[in-house]
């Protein structure tokens, strides 16, 4: 969903800045007093430093407060519930001790790569990234996720590893 909106914003921006171009065009072929033109450019410019730093400071003081961000410290531990669950990332593919699941199941994920630098993006079915590590060789890394949601998620290389990147997709499940 989220690459959907992407791709219709990002349309939508280059759409406002191909006018925004035509515009200038248009008008460069105007003659005019400079000076007039430049002192409402100024404003302009004055407006858009305070507007900018009134929605920046208002965006910052909205968001910080999430920081740290969901659960990634409090869940940083092992409990005997978690289960634990290797990870290999090789090209191309991701080899797993385990790839099916239960909602409401703790996972380690403990991950490594047997060939090059890969990156573990665990993604819902929906493909919102909601947990991610590098795969490295000779490195363990650890990323924890609880799956509150059934559903088909994917893992995918985050990490380009050469011709067969786009191809290193794993399916796994989460059961009700
Ligand atoms: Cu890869």
Redesign the pocket.
């Known amino acids: 969903m989220y690459q959907t909106i992407a791709l219709f914003l990002t349309v939508f921006f280059e759409f406002l800045l191909a006018l925004a171009f035509a515009f200038v065009y248009g008008e460069s072929k105007r003659k005019a007093e400079y000076a007039p033109i430049q002192e409402k450019g100024y404003k302009i410019r004055t407006y858009w430093f305070f507007g900018l730093i009134g929605v920046m400071g208002i965006a910052t003081v909205l968001t910080l407060d999430e920081l740290p961000y969901h659960g990634s410290h409090a869940e940083a531990t092992t409990t005997a519930e978690t289960k634990v669950v290797d990870v290999v990332?090789i090209?191309?593919n991701w080899e797993m001790s385990e790839e099916s699941f239960k909602v409401g199941d703790k996972v380690e994920f403990v991950v490594t790569a047997k060939d090059v630098t890969?990156?573990f993006g665990l993604y819902t079915e929906d493909l919102e990234l909601v947990a991610q590590t590098q795969a490295m060789p000779e490195y363990k890394n650890s990323v924890y996720f609880t799956f509150t949601e059934p559903g088909t998620y994917k893992i995918l290389?985050l990490?380009y590893?050469s011709i067969g990147?786009h191809v290193?997709v794993k399916e796994i499940t989460v059961q009700p």
């Open positions: 990332g090209q191309y890969h990156g290389c990490e590893c990147h290193m």
